[in-house]
């Protein structure tokens, strides 16, 4: 099954992406984790891309879309894989579908997490992120088992740099102006599937389980 979570910031993409990537036993591909990853290790993408981030402005596609296709080479996507903030603009689910097409493939389902803008900010400043795992935890909604480490390979959990509120506030604009169209554009592609987002998080999987066990 080849997935693309769509959604806000906050929407609950990599919660949700989590458990999904159990249980369908298909890749977890997130390009914020990826990104992230280059920043901790100083690599040039990674200097590059952080200051776009820090900013809550979008990486270039030019460093985006490359990354992605290198990505989706491996073959541990060969059986299909769950994409989680990426495409974020029309220019690159372009290019995602021309890679696939290339390669006699396409999408199967875009996903998108509806959570109304007024949610998201408690959600996002309250979240914290294993730096190792990428996983995600509300210090309210979904805490930590052991407060403050990771339930799935117990780092110290983090608060993301640009997870408070004016970056957030930056962040939505870009969300509204740039990836919000994909809703559409995946309307007319006739891949489009809705969730409500402001269930708790196991309601939600659970619709989400619904949806992608009537596809395939
Ligand atoms: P995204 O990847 O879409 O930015 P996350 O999965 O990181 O979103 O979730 C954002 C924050 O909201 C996290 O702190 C997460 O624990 C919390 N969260 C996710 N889903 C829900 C939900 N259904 N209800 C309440 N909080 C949630
Ligand atoms: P969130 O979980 O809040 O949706 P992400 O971890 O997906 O955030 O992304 C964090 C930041 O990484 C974005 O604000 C953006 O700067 C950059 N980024 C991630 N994915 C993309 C992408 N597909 N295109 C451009 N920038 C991206
Ligand atoms: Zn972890």
Redesign the pocket.
Same mark, same amino acid.
């Given at each position: 099954m080849k997935i693309i979570?769509l959604?806000?910031?906050?929407?609950?993409?990599?919660?949700?992406?989590k458990s999904i990537s159990s249980k369908y036993d298909i890749p977890h591909i997130?390009t914020?984790d990826i990104f992230r990853k280059n920043i901790t290790e100083k690599t040039p993408l990674g200097v590059e891309a952080k200051r776009y981030m820090d900013n809550g402005q979008l990486v270039p596609d030019s460093l985006t879309i490359d990354l992605v296709k290198d990505r989706l080479s491996h073959e541990d996507c060969k059986g299909g894989f769950l994409l989680?903030?990426f495409p974020r603009t029309v220019n690159q689910a372009e290019a995602l579908k021309n890679f696939l097409r290339n390669n006699g493939e396409n999408i199967d389902c875009a996903l998108l /997490?509806d959570?109304p803008r007024d949610?998201?900010l408690?959600?996002?400043t309250?979240?914290?992120?294993c730096p190792a795992c990428g996983a995600?935890?509300?210090?309210?909604?979904?805490p930590p088992t052991n407060e403050g480490k990771c339930d799935l390979c117990g780092q110290d959990v983090i608060q993301r740099k640009d997870d408070n509120e004016a970056t957030v506030n930056e962040r939505l604009e870009v969300y509204e102006n740039q990836t919000q169209p994909l809703i559409e554009y995946y309307e007319k592609e006739n891949l489009l599937k809705v969730v409500q987002?402001?269930?708790? /998080?196991n309601?939600?999987f659970e619709s989400i389980c619904s949806i992608l066990g009537s596809i395939k």
């Open positions: 979570l959604g806000p910031p906050g929407a609950g993409k990599g919660t949700q992406a997130s914020g989680d903030g /997490i959570v949610f998201i408690d959600r996002m309250g979240r914290r992120v995600s935890y509300h210090i309210k909604f979904n987002g402001t269930k708790a /998080i309601e939600v």
